[in-house]
Each structure stands twice: as C-alpha cells, then as structure tokens.
C-alpha cells in the first residue's frame, strides 16, 4: 500500500531552514493498522501530510500503491486525495453552518456523485462511523466533540478509500469517547481498510498492530504490538 | 463538482452569510440603478428636446440679431436690435425661393379680460406665422395681412390662454382683451397643439407685427425672422441669400463680421444633441464610478469571503476539490452577486425613472441597449473583480489554508 524512502522535508521561512523529517522510510501493508507515535514537534503532522498527499517531500520517495506520487502536480495529488485517501484531522474541520449530511457528502460532489446516491453513501458512511440517524440533519456546530469526529470519521469514510490517515483523532476527546472512536477504527480496519494513526499516548497507539516511534524527524522504533488492545463497539 | 451542484454551494455559501452578501448585492443595485436610471433619463429628454424642436416646424431656417458664433450660444441675442421689419420685408420680397417668412417680436405682458388676467407671451408677427407653425383655428381667423398693413389692434389667441381670460369653451371672438393697457379685439383662437416646442403655442397671442411694434415695443425692430424652404435641398442657398441680401443691406462687406445670425433647424438639432449626449456620458460617468465602487466593494466581500473561509478552502482541496473547482466556486459565488444585483439595480433604476416622468415632469426613456449595457457590466464586473480573489483561493496549499486561524 504504502511505501516510503528516504523521506526529508525542509522548510524554508525567512532563509532560515528547518529540516522537519531527516530521512524517513517504511512501509505499511494492504489492510494494516498502524500508529505512528512521538513528542510534540517531532515530525509526525509533516509525515503524515506527505503521506496523505497534501504536501509533497522535499526530497525521496513516496509509492502509493506501486506509484511514485512525490513529484505530482497539484491537481493530480487532488485526484489521489479524492479516489484513494481518507482524512481525520485532530482538529475536525467540519464546515460549521452546514448539516452533518452536507459534510459527509462534500468529498462526493469533487467525484461528480449525483444527489441521491451522495445522500445513500453519506447515510451509509455514518451508520458506520457511528452516529445516530437522528443527528443526520443537525448543524455540525450543534454536536459534542465526539459526535464531531464521528462526522469526520464518515467523511473520510464516504469516498470508499483504502487508505485512512487520522492525526490524534482522540486528541480532542474524553477517554470514553475516546476509546469509541479507537474501536471505530478497529472495525473499519476489520473491514479491510488500512489505517495510519497518529498519537503522542502510548494507551492510544496500543490499539494498534504496529507501532513507530518517531523523534526528531527520525524513526527511533518499528516495531510489532506485542499487547494489543482491542475495543468492541457494543 | 457538477453545475447544478455548484450552484447549489453557492447558494448556501451566500445565503450562510445573508447580511454581508446583502450589503453586497445593494451596492451593486445602486450603482446599476443609478447607470440605468441616468442613462434612461438622458435618452428622455434627448428625445424629447428632439421632437420639440421638430414639431416647431420643418425646414425652418432662423436670423437673429446679434454677431454669429458657433452654433447656438451667441452672447447678448436678445439685446441686439440689428433687425428690422424691412429687413423681414426685404427677405420676403427679394428671396423668392422661401415659401414664407414671418417677422417676429415676442415678449410677456399682462393681458386683462374682465376680471381675468393672465402673464402670456405676446408674438407680433404676420399671417405666415400660422403657415410656419402649422397653426389652425378653433374660432374665428388669424390675423390677415390688411391688418398688418393698417396696424389694426386686433388679437389672435391660444386656447390656454383663451380658456384663461374668457372660460373654458366660450368663444371670445369679437370681444376685447387689454394688453399693456390697449384695447385689443380678439377675431380668433387657435386649435390646441399641447405644449410643444419651446414656446406653449397654446398659451400665447398673437398680434400683427406692425401693432407690436406701434403699440407695444416701439421702434423698427424685430427680434427674429423665420423663414421656411420648400424643401430640405433648397435650406443652404436660401440661408446663403438670406446672407447675401441681410450683409448688402447692413453694409458690412466682411461675413465675419455680421450682425445677424442665420441658423437652421438641422444646426439647431445638431448642436442640442451635442449638449444633451454631453450631459448624458457626464451622468453616465458619475454612475459608472458608483458601478465601480460596487465592483470594488465585490472584490472586498470576496477577499474577506476568502480569507475567512481559508480553513474550508483547505478542507475542500484536502477532500480532493481541484483549484478549477475553488476558482469556479468563488468565481461564481462573485457572479452570482453581481447578476443578482444587477437584476435588482435594473428593476430600481427602471423604477426611478417612472417615478421621475411621473412626478418630476422628466421625460425618460428605458432602453434595451441601458439594460443590456448595464447587466453586462455587472456580469463582467463580477467576473473581473471576483477573479482576483478566486484565483488566490485556489492557490492556496491545503496545509497552510488548514492551518490558519
Ligand atoms: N510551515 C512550516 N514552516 C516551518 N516550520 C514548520 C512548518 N510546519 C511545521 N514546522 C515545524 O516542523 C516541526 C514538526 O511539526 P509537526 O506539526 O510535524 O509536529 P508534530 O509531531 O505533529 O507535533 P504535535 O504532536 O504537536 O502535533 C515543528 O518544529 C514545527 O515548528
Ligand atoms: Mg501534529
């Protein structure tokens, strides 16, 4: 699915450059789910753009699914975020005047789905992210914080992508809440999704099955989840 | 994304921001309005001043006292007394290709009848006025050259006039009017015309020229002489007789520097459509600025709009929406206010201006070409002031529009 070599990326403000990711390389199977962990500052947003392809290297490689998408055009990264790509943002980003249904459906109109059938999907994406149908035609800026993500998590969901990047999904969430969102991805991940997570809390990423640690814009650790956690979604 | 679709997000992107998009779209009303309105006004009364002049007769060439200038504006006109009745008679006998020529000596006086008086134009002149100005008569007769020959005081009168000195209908022939205090016999009204051309040719008397200046002026003079060509062909040699005869007859060798002014009715066309197309690019200017205001004021709702929505611009590009899809949004969000507004502006300008020919006495006139003019305007303004904007949003890097507070 995914496969990165030798990934760096430099930022340049004001001639001062800030080398975030020193030379990052690993890859991630068909149907995994990984977690990718470290300290604030560390590199992991950086990583995980370039991995989402909204941002691309300054120099290396990164394949997704056998094709070399580090050096794409704007617009063809758009493509491959919209046909491949799921993302949870920590933040959320919901367009806060806007229906939860119109949210999940945005991702639709970029792939010129028309309205009923954005409707089914959307209606589809929640059941299985979770949210109760009776909070469908809500605002988004009427929802608790888990009730947002769960909104998120559909969006990412609605387009059918392989691939589903969360950055600290739970950040933002109470433990309970939490752990629903983790179990969430735990079943989409059942349902053959691969999903790269990404958390500074050791608790979080134990729901995963592999685990790296990154710091400083190198990775420290890659390894197996020997005690993985598993939630079930009652 | 779809077009249907697209729409549909403007709609709600313009909606979700009702008051901002509002303010957006009066300022565009104004300013298309005031462009509709003005133009509609100028075209009004271009054509109104047109018609006037036409309907004071065809074929018409005019000699006024006073030095020739260019066109109409001449300094003084009304001061000079260059020209005679015997001038007039001369023109009438020597130039043999005019069809008529009437002397003229106009000015208002008080005209008393019974209880009633009135302020009315006074015109002395002789039966070829009648022929001049296509007058015809209700009651009685005008006035006839023997009683320009024995200078008899009798009037001839409009029916405005007539209606105002003696009651509405009543036929005041053989009865008397008292003008500047001489006892005048009134053996005729005129037919209604309506009010047209510059003088009300319903509300005036008419006088034998000879009485006019007996009774009334004193003197030789008169203060023009109209002459009438039988045709548009012959207008220019018999303005070069006229010429000639006036030039021989003042002794002045020199046409520069003649003391008369001869002018034609094409001249006079020409140069009150020159004023009056000079007045409406001047009110057309001062409405295109206020048009120019509300595109600006587009282009800063638009950049508001933009850095405001930074973080949904970059949650669109991130879901996949290409930067055709952002510049397409927000340009069409911009030409949505615009045609909106321009809709609305030609609807308010449209209304301004019926409501000034009702109330205002202004003639206006709403062209299709005004309407046509000013909607595209405010299209391309929408397109062109909403383009800048646009294209900065779709140049965004959805990371740094994610980012932003
Ligand atoms: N646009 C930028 N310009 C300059 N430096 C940047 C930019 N974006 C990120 N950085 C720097 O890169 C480093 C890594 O940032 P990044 O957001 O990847 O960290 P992180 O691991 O996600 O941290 P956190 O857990 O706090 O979210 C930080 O030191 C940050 O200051
Ligand atoms: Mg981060």
Redesign the interface.
Known sequence: MIEIRNITKTYLNDDVETQVLKGVSFSVKDGEFVAIMGPSGSGKSTLM?IL?A??TPTSGQYFLDGKDVSDLS??EL??I???KIG?V?QSF?L?P??TVM?NVE??L????V??EEREEKAKAALISAGLSNDRFYHLSNQLSGGQMQRVAIA?SLV?DPALILADEPTGNLDTKTGDIVLATFQKLNESGKTVVLITHEQYVAEHAERIIHIRDGVILEDKKNENRLVKKLQ | ??LS?LFE?TF?ALF?NKVRSGLTILGIIIGIGSVVATLSIGQGVSNSIQSNIASIGSNLIMVTPGAQQSGLVRQSAGSATTLTLDDANAVQSQITDAQYVAPQISRSYQAVAGGNNENVQVIGTTPDYANIRSLNMLYGSFITNSQVTAIDPVAVLGPTTSDNLFGQGVDPVGKTVKINNVIFTVVGVTYPKGSSGFVNQDDMIVIPVTVAQHYLSGGNNVSSITIQAPNQQSIPLIQQEVTDLLLQRHNISNPQNADFTVTNEADIIATVSSITTTFTIFLASIAGISLLVGGIGIMNMMLTTVTERT??I????????????ITMQFLIEAALLTVIGGILGIIFGAAISALLSKFASVTTQVSAFSVALSFGVSAAIGLIFGYYPAKKAAQL???EA?RYE
């Open positions: 753009h989402g909204l941002d704007d617009d758009a493509d975020r919209r046909s993302f943002f980003n367009l005047r806007a119109r945005m991702p109109l970029y792939s010129r028309p309205k969006r387009n | 994304m779809n679709d997000e709600f979700s973080r949904e970059g949650l669109r590009k991130a879901i996949g929406a290409k930067s055709r899809d890097s959805p990371i994610l």
